[in-house]
């Protein structure tokens, strides 16, 4: 008998996986939760009623002389645990149809509140629909200025290959929180803002106006190159660790040629992404010795 109802209720948790996102958005998929609701792509749950991921307007929370501001416009998602005292973990699900996609690149807007450093705290990308997570990027309250916003670009082919995983149908990116208070009078919690799924290929590009782009040496030990074939465009530059963590970035470049100095990180895996006037025109894989 026992046997019986353990299978029982594997199967009802199974159904309840398939539950939780109703809707895989195609890209590109913006939102600046300036409608005041989240659409059928979100999923949301905490580890406790008490946990609260909900839409907020810019005016509705102040405390001690400090009024949380949306990045854009006047909403923004937080997450926060009210009345507090024990620790919850709030999750927010976004999910996405990217089956056959290359070059998707996530971009979002972060603040935190007070919020402590948590392990837990950051992005975290499931292929199967929210069956198994990896964390890619962590959120690492304490590197931050209370109610500052921040901007992250994450590579997800880069982030796909370090960590094994696929554009499919039902991929999921989560952002998490794990904290024990809330945010006015509490004085703890995550606020996100102008969430950004796209595609990076630029269709229109003609040939004539095409960058190529050799990167040397590689592997290295200290310096890399990276030689552009055109010298009248603003380039940028953004590189990552193998977790996703942005660890330098340039903007306003207009010589055609960049030189980075990798001498001061730990040898591994690295990214660069390459923009021109803004737009990603080249994503590198660096072996830094
Ligand atoms: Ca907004
Ligand atoms: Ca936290
Ligand atoms: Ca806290």
Redesign the pocket.
């Known amino acids: 008998m026992k046997k019986i109802y353990l299978l029982a209720i594997s199967i009802i948790s199974f159904q309840a996986i398939n539950a939780q996102i109703t809707n895989y958005a195609t890209i590109p998929y913006a939102t600046?939760?300036?409608s005041g609701t989240l659409d059928n792509n979100w999923y949301t749950t905490s580890s406790s009623q008490d946990g609260r991921i909900q839409i907020w307007n810019s005016t509705s929370l102040i405390w001690s002389g400090d009024t949380a501001k949306?990045?854009?416009?006047?909403?923004?998602l937080g997450m926060d645990n009210s009345p507090g005292g024990s620790y919850v973990t709030n999750e927010a699900w976004i999910g996405l149809d990217l089956l056959g996609e290359t070059q998707v690149r996530f971009t979002f807007w972060w603040a935190e509140w007070n919020d402590e450093t948590e392990p837990q705290d950051g992005i975290y990308i499931s292929d199967d629909g929210g069956t198994s997570f990896t964390k890619v990027l962590d959120l690492n309250g304490a590197s931050y200025t209370d109610l500052q916003w921040y901007y992250f670009d994450l590579n997800l082919d880069s982030l796909n290959t370090v960590h094994g995983l696929n554009f499919t149908a039902t991929y999921v990116i989560k952002l998490q929180q794990y904290d024990n208070y809330y945010f006015a009078g509490g004085n703890d919690g995550f606020l996100f803002?102008?969430i950004n799924v796209e595609s990076t290929i630029v269709s229109n590009i003609s040939e004539q106006d095409e960058v190529k782009v050799k990167v040397f040496p590689n592997p290295t030990a200290d310096f890399v190159n990276i030689s552009l074939s055109k010298s009248n465009n603003n380039y940028s530059y953004q590189l990552y660790s193998i977790d996703g963590q942005l660890i330098e970035e340039n903007n306003s470049i207009n010589e055609n040629s960049i030189k980075l100095n990798l001498s001061d990180y730990n040898a591994g895996v690295y990214f660069v992404n390459l923009y021109s006037n803004g737009e990603m025109i080249h994503s590198h894989k660096l072996f830094k010795q």
Request: charged content about 35%.
């Open positions: 600046g939760f300036e949306a990045h854009t416009d006047s909403l923004w803002d102008d």
